[in-house]
C-alpha cells in the first residue's frame, strides 16, 4: 500500500471523504488521490516520493508557481513580525492601494478569507443598495459555496452531479427561489428575463470567463448585452472574477472587455496561495458597509498580515504586464504542441486551458455547458492517471480547467504534450 493510500484510509476515518474540498478526493477520476508533502516552482512531490509537473497550481492562486522565493521572504518577513493582530495593519493598505490606483473600477474594496466571502458580501450589498431581492446567475458558472449560488454551478458541483432546484442539498426553496438561472451566451434570454423582471434584480452575477465548468469563453456581444440590460433596469453588475483577476491580466476580464462592473469580486491570486478574497468597486455601494454603511461585513482573520505579504508580493511581480506575456507565450506553445491530436480538443485564454477529450470538430469555441460530450467525462478518468503515471498532475476533474505559471518550463509543457500523443490513442481502450 502506498504512503498516500494509508494516509487517505486514515482520513476519511476523520473527514467526510477523506478531504477538505470535494475535488480532492479524485471521485471524478476514481482512485485515491495523492498525498504531497512538498512543491517547488512547476514541480509537487508527493509523501511516496513521485514528482509530478503541476498543471493544477492550487486551483488558480500560484500564477508565480510554487514557493516563489520572493514571496517566500515576504511570508518569512512578516511571520517574524507575528501572524495576526485583529488590529489595523499596513500590508492590507499597500495591496489595497495597489490594486485601486490600477483598476479604475475598484474605487473601494474589502478584504475577507475566500472567494466565497467576497461572493456573499457582495451580493449582500447589491441587494441593500437596490432594495431588491432577486439575483441572476448563469448556468455553468461558479460563485463559491454560498447557499443562493449553488444553483446550476460548475466546479466540484458539475462533477457531484446532485440535482433538483439547487445543486445541493440544504438549501432552502426561499432562497433558491431568490436566484434566477440563465444559459450562458443567449441574448435573447436575457432580453426576454430583463423585459420579464428586470425591476426585480438587485443584481447579474457572472464570471465574464467561465471558468470552472472547463473554459467557457463568452462572446462580447453577450458581456456587452448583459452589462447594458443590467445598466437599463437598475442591476447591479457583478464580474466573479476569483479565478480571472490578475490572471487573464492585471485587472482581469474587466481590462479585457471593457466593461465597468458595479462590483467585482476577487480571490485565489490575490493572496498568493494564502487565505485571501476580497470585494470592491463602486465608491458610492461599497460605502454602504460597515462601519459607514447598514450593511454588516467582518472577519476576525481578515486582511491577515502573512497572507496579505503574500498577495503583495504576487501583485507586485504582475504589474509591469510582462508575466502576462510570457503566459501567453508559453499558452500558445501548448496550443501548437496539442494541435491537430485525434481525440482531443483544447480550449485555452491566456494560462486557463481546458482539455477536451472527445473528436468534435472546433468550428468555435464551447461558450456553454452543454457542450462537454459523455464520452469527453468519461475518458477523463484513465487518461487523467495515465498522465499521473506519467508524472503530469492535471486537476482531477473533466470540468476543472489546467493552469500555467510563470515557473512552467518549456520543457514542462513538452512533457505534457509528449505525455498526450501518448495516452490519448490509448483512452478509448481503458475501462472506466
Ligand atoms: C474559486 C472560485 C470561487 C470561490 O472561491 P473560494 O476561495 O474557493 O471560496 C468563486 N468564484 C469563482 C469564479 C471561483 O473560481
Not at 460548475?154 to 432552502?172: F, Q
Not at 476580464?253 to 490575490?270: F, H, N, Q, S
Not at 512533457?415 to 490509448?426: D, F, I, M
Amino acid at each position: 500500500m502506498s504512503r498516500s493510500a494509508e494516509l487517505f484510509a486514515r482520513a476519511a476515518a476523520v473527514t467526510p471523504g477523506g478531504v477538505h474540498s470535494p475535488v480532492r478526493a479524485f471521485r471524478r477520476v476514481g482512485g485515491t488521490p495523492v498525498f504531497i508533502r512538498s512543491a517547488q516552482g512547476s514541480q509537487l512531490e508527493d509523501v511516496d516520493g513521485r514528482r509530478y509537473v503541476d498543471f493544477c497550481m492550487a486551483f488558480g492562486p500560484l500564477i508565480l508557481g510554487h514557493a516563489h522565493p520572493t514571496v517566500m521572504q515576504a511570508v518569512n518577513e512578516a511571520v517574524s513580525r507575528g501572524w495576526s493582530y485583529g488590529a489595523a495593519e499596513s500590508g492590507s493598505l499597500e495591496l489595497a492601494e495597489l490594486i485601486t490606483g490600477r483598476l479604475p473600477w475598484v474605487e473601494r474594496l474589502r478584504f475577507v478569507n475566500s472567494g466565497t466571502e467576497a461572493v456573499m458580501s457582495a451580493l449582500r450589498l447589491a441587494r441593500a443598495a437596490t432594495g431588491r431581492t432577486v439575483i441572476l446567475k448563469f448556468a455553468g458558472c461558479y460563485h463559491g459555496h454560498v447557499d443562493s449560488m449553488l444553483i446550476r454551478a460548475g466546479s466540484g458541483l458539475a462533477a457531484a452531479g446532485v440535482g433538483g432546484v439547487a445543486d445541493s442539498a440544504g438549501i432552502t426553496p426561499g432562497v433558491a427561489a431568490d436566484t434566477v438561472v440563465l444559459p450562458l451566451d443567449d441574448n435573447a434570454a436575457l432580453e426576454r428575463l430583463f423585459t420579464a423582471r428586470g425591476s426585480e434584480l438587485a443584481a447579474a452575477i457572472i464570471e465574464p470567463l467561465p471558468a470552472n465548468y472547463g473554459l467557457l469563453p463568452q462572446r462580447q456581444e453577450f458581456l456587452d448585452a448583459l452589462a447594458w440590460q443590467c445598466q437599463q433596469h437598475g442591476a447591479l453588475l457583478i464580474f466573479d472574477e476569483v479565478i480571472t483577476g490578475f490572471r487573464t491580466a492585471f485587472g482581469g476580464m474587466a481590462e479585457i472587455t471593457g466593461i465597468r462592473p458595479d462590483l467585482v469580486t476577487y480571490g485565489k491570486i490575490v493572496g498568493g496561495g494564502f487565505p485571501v478574497g476580497a470585494f470592491g468597486g463602486r465608491r458610492d455601494v461599497l460605502e454602504l458597509v460597515a462601519p459607514l454603511g447598514p450593511v454588516y461585513q467582518a472577519g476576525t482573520l481578515s486582511a491577515n498580515p502573512v497572507a496579505m505579504a503574500a498577495g503583495l508580493a504576487t501583485l507586485r511581480q504582475l504589474t509591469d504586464g510582462t508575466a502576462y506575456l510570457a503566459l501567453e507565450e508559453s499558452g500558445r506553445l501548448l496550443d501548437e504542441l496539442l494541435r491537430g491530436i485525434p481525440g482531443l480538443r483544447l480550449q485555452r485564454f491566456g494560462s486557463l486551458f481546458w482539455l477536451v477529450l472527445d473528436d468534435m470538430p472546433a468550428p468555435a469555441p464551447m461558450r456553454s455547458p452543454a457542450g462537454l460530450s459523455e464520452r469527453a467525462v468519461a475518458r477523463f478518468g484513465p487518461f487523467f492517471h495515465a498522465l499521473l503515471a506519467a508524472g503530469i498532475y492535471l486537476p482531477p476533474s473533466p470540468y476543472e480547467v489546467g493552469f500555467l505559471s510563470t515557473a512552467h518550463t518549456v520543457e514542462d509543457l513538452k512533457k505534457l504534450a509528449s505525455t498526450v500523443h501518448a495516452t490519448v490513442r490509448k483512452v478509448p481502450d481503458l475501462s472506466y
